[in-house]
């Protein structure tokens, strides 16, 4: 049975090498994120990516996705680097 073995991720990142599939993810992190709690955690408790996904209980991998859309939206943010198979 597949639900005994496979575990259940609350979200998924799908393959970013697409244009379609990047803004997917994005939207995806923008759903299952508060955008405005991920910037109080940077700017009021100056928290690494790491300790924002600690705090949030979701993956680094999200939290760089938000952050890097974020910065394109012109709040001033280092984006980070993140993979897009770290499900698999």
């Known amino acids: 049975n597949m639900a005994k073995t496979t575990p259940i991720h609350e979200f ?3 393959d ?3 244009k379609p599939e990047h803004e997917a993810n ?3 992190a923008e759903i299952l ?4 709690e ?3 955690y940077i700017y009021e408790y100056g928290y ?3 300790q924002i996904a600690s705090a949030m209980s979701t993956d680094i991998n999200l939290v760089a996705l938000n952050v890097a859309h974020l910065a394109t ?3 001033n943010l280092h984006a980070l680097e993140h ?3 770290f499900l698999k």
Not at 33 to 36: E, H, K, Q
Request: no cysteine; aromatic share 8%.
């Open 12 to 14: 998924m990142l799908y």
């Open 73 to 75: 939206l012109g709040y």
């Open 83 to 85: 993979k897009s198979n």
């Open 16 to 18: 970013m090498k697409s």
């Open 48 to 50: 690494t990516a790491e």
């Open 33 to 36: 994120m508060d955008s405005d």
């Open 26 to 28: 994005i939207v995806a």
């Open 38 to 40: 991920v910037l109080r």
